[in-house]
């Protein structure tokens, strides 16, 4: 079978956040997946099948990291669109089957994908104990993001900050069921984004996470609501770095960008 690894929140190879692509006729035994996305080695690898005409999806999809199965993943959830469209297998929104629901994806004429997923509920708590000398700074706030992302997303006091994190990951993962997503207000809009993110996720086997669309589903909600815009552009400054158009549409957050394909191959297990 083919095997494919897309970069994903990109337009240039080497950049963004890296997937595995498998489409298959049908989901093999879970062991099998897991031990791909082992030798896959990046923060996911997603399979999918087609699913019968007629019914609320077009294709059946599901995520692994090389420790685990996940509930919810953005980037390698465009990575899968974008190979669907590139070889012609779907044309037109693409609508997937997932532990976190229907899920759809839709190509534009500027050759980017949009993704439609569900905004993560975010829920003020005290930050924890243990926290700001885990990631190596003190956290102005912290959130909890609900059972599809996971995380506690925390605020910092600006973007140098966020860049500067050298968070001792084992310590973080304490902390929330994936991981941390620390984030601050961009230093300078007039880049072309409005807030910074960085993600640790060691409870999945992702000490850094390159471009992470199923955050941006919490990111999207909380600084809408603090930049008084619906629609924002975010960068997660990983040493890959990426950027995640948003916008927020109450109970769904449409997230963009685009990807491309720098591995094709054969898959012989």
């Known amino acids: 079978m083919r095997i494919r690894i897309v970069d994903a929140f990109t337009d240039r190879p080497f950049t963004g956040n890296p997937a595995g692509v498998l489409l298959l006729d049908a989901f093999p035994e879970d062991g099998w997946m897991q031990s791909v996305a082992v030798e896959v080695n990046h923060a ?28 919810m993943c953005g980037h390698a959830t465009l990575a899968t669109a974008h190979v669907l469209h590139t070889t012609g297998a779907c ?34 708590v005290d930050v924890p104990e243990g926290l700001a000398e885990a990631l190596g700074a003190r956290p102005l706030t912290a959130f909890d993001t609900g059972p599809n992302v996971g995380d506690l997303l925390v605020e910092l006091a600006d973007e140098r900050t966020v860049h500067a994190l050298r968070p ?19 230093q300078e809009p007039a880049l072309g984004y409005d807030y910074v993110s960085r993600c640790f996720f060691p409870n999945v086997g992702i000490d850094e996470d390159p471009v992470t669309g199923s955050a941006h589903t919490a990111l999207a909600p909380f600084w809408s609501e603090r930049l008084g815009r619906a629609e924002l552009t975010g960068l997660q400054a990983s040493p890959r770095s990426g950027r995640v158009r948003t ?16 591995i094709e191959g054969e898959l012989l297990a």
């Open 168 to 186: 001792d990951h084992r310590a973080v993962g304490a902390h929330s069921a994936r991981g941390v997503i620390a984030t601050a207000r961009a």
């Open 44 to 71: 996911e690898t997603a399979f999918a099948h087609p699913l019968p005409e007629g019914g609320e999806a077009d294709w059946a999809l599901r995520w692994f990291t090389p420790v685990a199965e996940v509930a």
């Open 247 to 262: 916008e927020l549409r109450g109970g769904r957050t449409l997230l963009g960008g685009r990807a491309v394909t720098v």
């Open 91 to 124: 044309e037109g929104p693409v609508r997937f089957a997932t532990r976190s629901g229907v899920l759809v994806a839709t190509p534009r004429e500027d050759g980017s994908i949009t993704l439609d997923f569900p905004t993560a509920p975010l829920t003020p």
